[in-house]
């Protein structure tokens, strides 16, 4: 498809949940996609201690690796942190220069984590999903509110966090306009201000054409 559909473009990662399979194969092969035409970040990959399906030391490895593989190809990098904000942070303030270009995707974590992310690196945008709209997400919303527009990208997450009111359907990049209808909900602003700058902001920081 990222041949095919000028739309989509592609990143190239290892999940922390498949660390544990990171090796100089998998490495040669992730850099081989990375020279495809149209791929434009590296990622997913982070840090996940709610599942724990590779061990934290694989976790670790895996994501320094792929920090290092960013700056050598200067590519914006795609960050997953879950239940292990602190760890990511500190790891990152290790091994990328302030001025990254960064999407924290998918957050799901405290304000502080979050404003402490933003702090840190001037360039990061924090992701949020369809999970914003879920009724006992309140404190999540309470992140959403805090955290400036120019400086937030929406996603999906698909095919997981269908937004209110399709939670529990599979998700898709159609139900986008839901994840900023939950923002502008949240926020109290206009919805044509939430769709207008985060698409801006997703087009500078994976430094895609406008058109």
């Known amino acids: 498809v990222q041949h095919t559909d000028e739309s989509v473009f592609g990143t190239y990662g290892v999940h922390p949940h498949e660390a544990s399979k990171w090796s100089a194969e998998v490495e040669q ?10 791929s434009v970040a590296v990622g997913e990959t982070g840090l996940d201690y ?17 920090m290092r593989i960013a700056t050598e190809l ?10 292990a904000e602190a760890d990511a942070l500190r790891m990152m303030t290790e091994e990328l220069q302030t001025d990254f270009p960064i999407h924290l995707h998918c957050y799901t974590g405290s304000l ?16 949020f999903t369809g999970c914003i709209s879920f009724p006992k997400a ?3 919303r309470d992140v959403v509110r805090a955290v400036p527009l120019s400086r937030m990208v929406l996603e999906t997450d698909a095919p997981f ?5 399709l939670r529990g359907k599979t998700c898709h990049s159609g139900l986008l306009p839901l994840v900023a209808f939950a923002v502008a909900r949240a926020t109290g602003r206009p919805l044509q201000d939430v769709s207008q700058t985060t698409t801006e902001n997703t087009l500078r920081l994976y430094r895609l054409p406008s058109s």
């Open 29 to 38: 092969r992730m850099r081989a996609a990375l020279k495809i035409e149209k």
């Open 50 to 66: 709610f599942r724990n399906l590779s061990a934290k030391h694989e976790q670790e490895q895996a994501f320094r690796a792929q």
């Open 74 to 83: 200067n590519l914006p990098l795609v960050v997953h942190a879950r239940d």
């Open 112 to 127: 502080e984590h979050a404003m402490r992310f933003l702090d840190a690196f001037p360039n990061l945008c924090i992701g």
């Open 138 to 140: 309140s404190a999540l």
């Open 161 to 165: 966090m269908a937004p209110v009111p």
